[in-house]
């Protein structure tokens, strides 16, 4: 049964920081890899999605993924106080989203002013 | 624009009683339909997932006994919660996916 781990649980950063999150998974047969955020009350939104190792970068968000050592990550340059939110990672085996995520414990960021 | 929309958004339940969710996708084809929780305290767990014309998987934890699904057409999907307990408090999501799975604002359940 697929395993997903997130670090760190939370984290503190100041305004205009960079923030680097990171997820690890246990089935090497894992296929697509997403970020969401999930904003206190709300339900989660897809941040970013990538299937293939390597990079993706849209806009302040950056995801990279390393399907070797069953790693990826989230980095968000500039970050801002309206970053602050739950960050999940989730994986699925199937290549699109839409079948069975399974998501990470989440960390949960604070981004101060 | 894809759409997915929950009902109700919130609910409040008497123990041992039962209560029924529904999950509507607009300006999509949902051929399948996750239903997660996310308990106090926890991550989102995967419940189970509904394929049309495919029979729905339920995760380990999970039983068609306790959270029979529906899934009639490819625009819906409904779940209820049968005989409630404390611990089935939490906010009850549905994802619904064409090629790309976009989840409702959530059905949030409180047990009396």
């Known amino acids: 049964q697929q395993k997903v781990q997130q670090s760190p649980e939370s984290l503190i950063v100041p305004e205009g920081a960079m923030t680097s999150l990171n997820c690890t998974f246990s089935?090497?047969?894992?296929?697509?890899f997403a970020w969401y955020r999930q904003h206190s009350g709300k339900a989660p939104k897809a941040l970013m999605s990538?299937?293939?190792?390597g990079e993706k970068e849209e806009g302040r968000f950056t995801i990279h993924l390393n399907k070797a050592s069953l790693h990826f990550s989230l980095h968000i340059r500039d970050s801002q106080p309206s970053d602050s939110a739950l960050y999940l990672c989730?994986?699925?085996?199937?290549?699109?989203?839409?079948?069975?995520?399974?998501f990470g414990g989440g960390t949960r960021l604070t981004v101060r002013p | 624009g894809a759409l997915v929309y929950q009902y109700p958004r919130r609910t409040i339940c008497k123990s041992g009683t039962s209560m029924r969710m529904e999950c509507q996708a607009v300006?999509?084809?949902?051929?399948?339909v996750a239903w997660y929780r996310q308990s106090p305290q926890k991550t989102f767990e995967l419940i189970a997932l509904?394929?049309?014309?495919?029979?729905?998987?339920?995760e380990q934890n999970f039983t068609q006994e306790k959270f029979p699904i529906s899934h009639p057409n490819l625009s819906f999907s409904s779940m209820t919660v049968l005989n409630a307990y404390l611990e089935d408090r939490g906010l009850y999501l549905c994802?619904?996916?064409?090629?790309?799975?976009?989840f409702g604002p959530g059905t949030r359940l409180t047990v009396l």
């Open positions: 989730a994986v699925s085996i199937e290549w699109y989203a839409g079948a069975k995520l399974t």
């Open positions: 994802g619904a996916s064409d090629s790309e799975q976009y």
């Open positions: 990538i299937f293939s190792n």
């Open positions: 300006g999509f084809q949902a051929t399948s």
């Open positions: 089935d090497s047969a894992s296929q697509y």
């Open positions: 509904s394929t049309v014309n495919s029979a729905i998987k339920y």
